[in-house]
């Protein structure tokens, strides 16, 4: 057999990764770039999981979706809201079909990892006023500290006002900072591993330095520029919810403009994309529902993680308003239904191939990533979705030129990671993975590629409008 017939069937039968550029027309290039900017402009305004889901239901009310608590009765095409805490919200375009007939879904989540402050965070030492911190889902401890640092969040006055507070964002706001030890003293430090260097009670922030008189110290002077600002005493603290955040813009990456540098990409890259995918719908044949969800960092607890029953409760109370709920007819409905979740992947880095198994990677530039198992090592924490529903998917996106690839987080006894897939399958739905492949997850700047990005969005919209 000649080598050109060899290379014939390898093209006819084998599979290999497309670079998803390469398949597009200079048509479809000009919205990947304009889709990029619009992106980055959502992630400018989007750091925190409250600042998301205001800016959803913002973008969602503008598009004719009203509050669930304001409507009595739906009617396909109808178009909501369900807002749980103002730190998670489920979105729903009413169907033609049965809902008990199933749903289509997609979910993503909208934390990052991040510090949060204390509750009792204020102390004073060495001529400086700091706050102490505790970190919040998986990062490398070492990244967060000497860059520049944003405060985000809200904090809830003895009185029961909420007062919001940003700093650190405008370009004429100070910055909060968490310092590191000098080379010249740094023998000691140096010598431990990376993980333990920085360790999580040394990640403390720097928040001033100029003593309120002679007599006394920094912490006062800076408890009273708070006074004089938002009205806070310390003990507004305790009843607060504050975040340091790199002070960071989004940014595009590269000579050529093809990838994109932000914060939170885990998973505001997903949420995003679902929620430009899920606004541009008419009247879908089955009832379609994206989910941002809260708390997937740390295994989606809480009462706004997908843990709670908030997705259920939401379901039920679209049901009731549609075609009257009980018990077994909500079962139906969870049980009969399929959902994306929308979560990202680990990108093959090539200064770092050693923790991949490069056949089973996914790549910045080839598109969406449909990720059949996450979890550790033996699948531990695992959803793995079940053949039937990938093989649907696979043709639905081959079908629409949805431009995707597979991947695996890492080789097996690597590590590993989870997404809130295996937390919905337990309603009995169909689940599969399908997100951003990205580069340095969980840093303070993450990287993807804006190829990735628009596919991601076609890909959900793909879903959410066809069978």
């Not at 669930?68 to 033609?96: D, F, M, R, W």
């Not at 700093?167 to 000098?182: F, H, K, M, R, S």
């Not at 059949?372 to 998917?393: C, H, L, M, P, Q």
Request: glycine share 8%.
């Amino acid at each position: 057999m000649e080598e050109k017939d060899l290379k014939e069937i390898e093209k006819r039968l084998g599979y290999k990764n497309v670079d998803a550029w390469t398949k597009l027309s200079e048509e479809e290039k000009e919205k990947v770039y304009q889709f990029a900017e619009e992106y980055k402009a959502f992630m400018a305004e989007c750091k925190t999981e409250r600042e998301t889901t205001d800016k959803i239901i913002e973008m969602a009310e503008k598009k004719g979706f009203i509050n669930i608590e304001q409507v009595t009765n739906l009617k396909p095409g109808s178009k909501v809201y369900y807002n749980n805490k103002g730190k998670s919200v489920v979105l729903a375009v009413i169907g033609k079909e049965s809902m008990q007939k199933g749903i289509k879904a997609v979910a993503a989540h909208i934390d990052s990892p991040r510090i949060d402050l204390k509750p009792n965070p204020m102390y004073e030492e060495g001529g400086l006023a700091l706050f102490k911190t505790h970190y919040y889902g998986g990062i490398k401890k070492y990244q967060w500290v000497t860059i520049p640092l944003a405060l985000h969040g809200v904090i809830v006055k003895a009185n029961g006002e909420k007062i919001n507070i940003v700093v650190g964002e405008d370009e004429n706001d100070p910055v909060l900072y968490i310092t590191d030890l000098l080379p010249h003293l740094g023998k000691d430090q140096l010598e431990k591993k990376v993980g333990e260097a920085i360790t999580g009670e040394a990640l403390n922030a720097v928040i001033g330095s100029i003593p309120l008189s002679e007599e006394v110290s920094v912490k006062p002077n800076i408890l009273k520029y708070l006074n004089e600002k938002y009205g806070i005493v310390e003990e507004d603290f305790l009843s607060a919810e504050l975040e340091l955040v790199p002070a960071y813009k989004p940014r595009d990456i590269g000579f050529d403009r093809s990838m994109i540098g932000a914060y939170g990409q885990d998973d505001r890259v997903c949420a995003y994309t679902t929620l430009r995918a899920i606004l541009e719908l008419d009247v879908p044949e089955k009832t379609v529902v994206a989910i941002f969800a809260d708390k997937e960092e740390i295994g989606s607890m809480g009462n706004t993680g997908l843990q709670s029953r908030f997705f259920e409760n939401s379901i039920a109370e679209i049901l009731e308003k549609y075609e009257g709920s009980t018990d077994i007819k909500l079962r139906r409905v969870l049980a009969n239904s399929e959902l994306l979740s929308a979560d990202v992947n680990a990108a093959f880095d090539p200064t770092y191939p050693e923790v991949s198994e490069k056949q089973n990677s996914a790549y910045l530039g080839k598109g969406v990533c449909i990720t059949k198992y996450t979890g550790s090592r033996g699948k531990g924490g695992s959803n793995d979705a079940n053949a039937e529903f990938v093989g649907k998917i696979r043709k639905l996106f081959n079908e629409n030129g949805v431009v995707w690839q597979s991947g695996e987080l890492g080789k097996v006894d690597m590590g590993g990671g989870g997404t809130v897939a295996q937390f919905v399958a337990n309603y009995g739905m169909e689940v599969l993975d399908c997100g951003v492949a990205l580069l340095s997850m969980h840093a303070p700047y993450e990287l993807s590629s804006k190829v990735d990005v628009y596919m991601a969005y076609k890909a959900y919209k793909v879903f959410m409008e066809k069978e």
